[in-house]
């Protein structure tokens, strides 16, 4: 008779209560930081000084950001999303941002004996075989997997190991369901907006992460598009090692860079001030190359990365030939001085393929914003889904202003940071109350992309730069015929 074996009934049971555990750990903090919020809310309004309600509510969001921080630091795996798309200095307080910025790439590292057993088994041949060198320690870890820096034998360059955590597949998606009844509650009490369905298409998305097969042929199709359809690519693509690809295990060429949250520092080292001429022409570059490349990829292809946080952003200097690669990297030219420099974006494990309804329908709304045409981007609403409810007298203005907040990079006169919360939001006066789940990853690609000149100190828009690509898109589909699109161009290109 076998003994009984009280370590692996531990180890069973443990993994079997995890989920309720986590989701526990879940509803516990999100309550005490929503009632947090609704109490300090009660007090604040008591404090008729306006600079004295300034200091309470930095103390409160400071105090926020902390067990925000916790949580989703705790937590891990989905949280660590939740606090890239939250973290944004566009959107969330200042506190918040600065918090929760730390977090880019700081998952739990998987061991390296895991990860050597995951490479074999998905690869078949051992480590020791297939790599002249393989670093122990990852370059960084995310919430689906991490990466290792090695060199295959044969080879002289460094080649980028991609490789995903076990096990954490199940407990995202508990993640995200937690998330979504949170989503309902909030939506049906302090933000008048679809939340629900954009945590649908999360879940969507998330799930598509975990095969890095699609990664690999979604990376080729994007190289393939941007170089057949520019003379010179706005952005480099990189090549991947297509006979070493799986599901969980992924190679690419390996590029050196630096955070593009780190870009004043790296100026500043080459003797150029940050704040000058000289660094604001190369951070504009920055963010018109990888705009141009968003454009194109959003508005005539349809099919377009859609994870650009400042974490999948890199910077790295260096020819085409010899600095071209990664996991996962656009890369465009910057010139500043006489240092040329490349933008790398990491990570195609979320990328979106827009119907040719919904992207020709967001190509009406980008003229429509770029031309201040209120009545336009109403009817662009219409022709997209979304489903509004107005609560207010100036229907028009606030619906225009509300497409302008979740549509496009530039914020609006006066506004530095926008508040969904307030009572004078436009999501609080015009509710949504359908939005296609489909469209939630051009409307998170553009917030990203937002919160990323807002990081930089620019402001400007991505609407005005994507105006002639939208009116080629309706052109070719034949929505604008030909004399009325050669008169739009002309008229672009005299002012």
């Known amino acids: ?9 531990q180890d069973k049971l443990s993994y079997h209560f995890r989920p309720w555990q986590r989701s526990f750990q879940f509803w516990v903090r999100a309550a005490e930081i929503y009632a947090g919020y609704k109490a300090f809310q009660v007090r604040v309004s008591f404090v008729k000084d306006v600079q004295k309600q300034d200091a309470m509510w930095e103390r409160q969001h400071e105090l926020a950001a902390e067990k925000i921080y916790a949580m989703c630091s705790d937590l891990g795996g989905f949280f660590l999303k939740v606090a890239q798309v939250v973290g944004k200095p566009d959107l969330a307080p200042a506190a918040w941002v600065r918090r929760l910025v730390t977090l880019c790439d700081r998952a739990p590292a998987t061991p390296y004996d895991t990860v050597q057993l995951v490479v074999e088994n998905e690869l078949g041949r051992s480590v020791s075989e297939m790599f002249e060198t393989f670093d122990r320690d990852p370059l960084g870890s995310a919430s689906i997997a991490q ?20 096990g954490v597949r199940d407990l995202m998606m508990t993640d995200i369901r937690n998330l979504q009844a949170f989503a309902l509650y909030m939506q049906k009490t302090d933000i008048k907006f679809d939340l629900f369905s954009i945590t ?7 799930g598509f992460e975990f095969d890095f097969a699609r990664e690999a042929d979604a990376m080729e199709r994007i190289r393939h598009f941007l170089y057949k359809n520019n003379t010179k690519s706005p952005v480099l693509v990189p090549r991947l090692l297509p006979d070493m690809v799986t599901r969980k295990v992924l190679l690419m060429e390996y590029i050196d860079g630096i955070p593009i949250l ?4 790296e100026i500043a080292k080459r003797g150029i001030n940050p704040g000058g001429k000289i660094a604001a022409t190369a951070k504009q570059n920055i963010l018109k190359s990888l705009t141009l490349a968003y454009g194109q990829m959003i508005l005539k292809s349809g099919f377009f990365h859609a994870d650009p946080h400042p974490g999948n952003i890199l910077i790295c200097k260096g020819s085409e030939a010899s600095t071209l690669c990664a996991t996962f ?3 465009s030219y910057l010139k500043y001085g006489m240092i040329e420099l490349q933008v790398a974006l990491l990570d195609y494990g979320q ?4 119907p040719d309804n919904l992207r020709l329908g967001y190509a009406r709304l980008v003229l429509a914003i770029a031309d201040n045409d209120p009545i336009g981007a109403a009817e662009s609403y219409r022709e997209l889904g979304i489903e509004t409810l107005s609560k207010c007298e100036d229907e028009q203005k606030e619906m225009f202003k509300l497409a302008q907040t979740m549509f496009d990079t530039k914020l609006p ?20 109350r359908a939005f296609p789940e489909e469209l939630f990853s051009v409307l998170r690609t553009v917030h990203l992309l937002r919160g990323l000149s807002v990081g930089l100190g620019i402001n400007y828009s991505c609407a005005e730069q994507w105006r002639p690509i939208a009116e080629e898109a309706l052109y070719l589909a034949g929505r604008i015929k030909g004399w009325l699109f050669q008169l739009i161009v002309l008229n672009s290109n005299s002012s």
Do not use: C, T
């Not at 080879?155 to 955590?165: F, M, S, T």
């Not at 649908?200 to 998330?206: C, D, N, P, V």
């Not at 990328?351 to 827009?354: A, E, I, P, R």
């Open 413 to 432: 006169p006066g506004v530095v940071m926008l508040q969904p919360f307030s009572e004078d939001s436009s999501i609080k006066k015009i509710a949504v």
């Open 351 to 354: 990328v979106k393929d827009l």
């Open 200 to 206: 649908k298409e999360m879940e969507k998305q998330i």
């Open 262 to 265: 780190n870009l004043g520092d």
């Open 329 to 331: 990297y656009l890369s």
């Open 1 to 9: 008779m076998s003994s009984f074996n009280f370590k692996e009934f």
């Open 147 to 166: 990466v290792h820096r090695a060199r295959l034998r044969g080879d002289k360059d460094d080649v980028v190991v991609k490789v995903q955590h076990p």
